[in-house]
């Protein structure tokens, strides 16, 4: 390999190879060109700070994972399914690309690298995981499919504008609080995901997949919607 020319893939999947040995605080323009085996200038072409590096690929991350469940969604969706069924669908996809790259979800969804702050570039990619969920709860609320909720949101509203315009606007009663139900739902999926990718489950529960499945399933009651279990899981 010419040590002067190497790609932003080679050098992106040089990294996540070694993100689950180094972490993402452990990734260098040094570890990357000692495995890749080309000079560090050629990584410094590509990426010239370790951050640029970082976001790359945190963009990648959240996109690749966010593309995974809206293919998940589209499929159910043409299948007719109901709104439940496509969470469990959505969810699935997203737990089982987060056991296909560990490293990966750590670096979004693990703590924070030290020194390490993620820019602007970041949140657009970010934001298509919940935008999943929303359009999904969108959906169930639309075609009738959420019950309303027992216990109502007091008080000062909670939502920022851009969680109000990523929904569509908020909900007439009863379901004017479906939107900080849906962040309850998104926030309950990832540390759910963080539990099992980071094995704090597993001397506590017999079947990870059944109880994922199940977890989803108690957490989308928060909002009204009930998801179909009878079909079993998937690993």
Avoid: C
């Avoid at 190497?6 to 060109?33: F, H, M, N, Q, T």
């Avoid at 990966?104 to 935008?131: C, K, M, N, W």
């Amino acid at each position: 390999m010419d040590d002067n020319v190497i790609s932003d893939a080679v050098v992106k999947d040089v990294a996540r190879r070694l993100l689950p040995e180094l972490g993402a605080a452990g990734l260098s323009p040094d570890a990357v060109a000692g495995d890749g085996g080309f000079a560090r200038t050629a990584v410094e072409a590509v990426f010239p700070h370790r951050d640029d590096l970082l976001t790359a690929l945190v963009i990648d991350a959240y996109d690749t994972s966010g593309a995974a469940m809206e293919q998940a969604d589209r499929a159910a969706a043409e299948a007719g399914a109901s709104a439940g069924a496509r969470l469990l669908a959505v969810t699935r996809a997203l737990r089982a690309w987060s056991f296909a790259h560990p490293g990966e979800f750590t670096l979004i969804y693990g703590s924070p690298v030290p020194g390490y702050h993620a820019p602007q570039d970041t949140v657009l990619p970010a934001s298509r995981t919940p935008a999943v969920l929303a359009g999904i709860v969108r959906a169930a609320l639309e075609a009738g499919e959420l019950t309303p909720p027992r216990r109502a949101l007091r008080g000062t509203p909670l939502l920022l504008p851009a969680a109000v315009e990523l929904f569509g606007g908020v909900p007439e009663a009863p379901f004017s609080d479906v939107i900080e139900r849906g962040i309850v739902l998104w926030s309950n999926l990832i540390g759910l995901l963080v539990f099992q990718v980071f094995s704090r489950t597993h001397d506590s529960v017999k079947d990870e997949a059944a109880f994922f499945d199940y977890a989803v399933a108690v957490a989308a009651e928060s909002i009204g919607l009930e998801v179909p279990l009878e079909g079993g899981t998937t690993d």
